[in-house]
């Protein structure tokens, strides 16, 4: 199974503030990894495909960069709707694996 | 509109068993699968498996192997998960997404997820 490993767990910003979020893969799973904002209560949205790419509607200020075993997730400038959790998952192989997630908060 | 609509809350025994449901519309079912995802109350998010709409195909993961069973009605273009010998730590909620049909990965993977079933197990 490819284990991927979300860091950090937690992170308190401030609204404007640049944060980057990083998964790392077991094994290589190309660029075949997306980013999920979950807010309470919701069921996951998805911000980055292909590791790289914006889904249609997502503000710019979301990227994502990586691949083979290297992915990050990056805000450029966070808003107060950003505080939320995100999980990367990989969808190389089953088992499909999450991140543990990394719980946004507001500073 | 592409979308999954999932059956409403669940509230069962010890031991029961529960059969959640996944209608998917605004797409041809068949191209695709379905994951199925759970997460328990203030934890993160479990793959539970996956079954192919376009043959049947399933994967399952090892911790649920032989209490759980997915399956596709393509007549209705719905998706179903049952999960037997329900215990309390089973009690989540329960997701369905639209993921590849087979097993090349595919950018559309994940991108639509049902609203969640609530499944409580409580005596």
């Known amino acids: 199974d490819i284990q991927m490993t979300q860091s950090p767990s937690s992170l308190s910003a401030s609204v404007g503030d640049r944060v980057t979020i990083t998964c790392r893969a077991s094994q290589g799973i190309r660029n075949d990894l997306g980013w999920y904002q979950q807010k309470p209560g919701k069921a996951p949205k998805r911000l980055i495909y292909a590791a790289s790419s914006l889904q249609s509607g997502v503000p710019s200020r979301f990227s994502g960069s990586g691949s083979g075993t290297e992915f990050t997730l990056t805000i450029s400038s966070l808003q107060p709707e950003d505080f939320a959790t995100y999980y990367c998952l990989q969808h190389n192989s089953y088992p499909r694996t999450f991140g543990q997630g990394t719980r946004l908060e507001i500073k | 509109q592409v979308q999954l609509v999932q059956s409403g809350a669940e509230v069962k025994k010890p031991g029961a068993s529960v059969k959640v449901s996944c209608k998917a519309s605004g797409y041809t079912f068949t191209s695709y699968g379905i994951s199925w995802v759970r997460q328990a109350p203030g934890q993160g998010l479990e793959w539970m498996g996956w079954?192919?709409?376009?043959?049947?195909?399933?994967n399952y993961a090892q911790k649920l192997q032989g209490r759980v069973t997915m399956t596709t009605d393509t007549s209705t273009s719905t998706a179903y998960m049952e999960l037997r010998s329900l215990r309390s730590d089973d009690t989540a909620v329960y997701y369905c997404?639209?993921?590849?049909?087979?097993?090349?990965?595919?950018?559309?993977?994940?991108?639509?997820w049902g609203q969640g079933t609530m499944v409580t197990v409580s005596s």
């Open positions: 997404a639209r993921d590849s049909r087979g097993l090349m990965a595919v950018a559309d993977a994940f991108d639509i």
């Open positions: 079954i192919s709409a376009y043959n049947g195909n399933t």
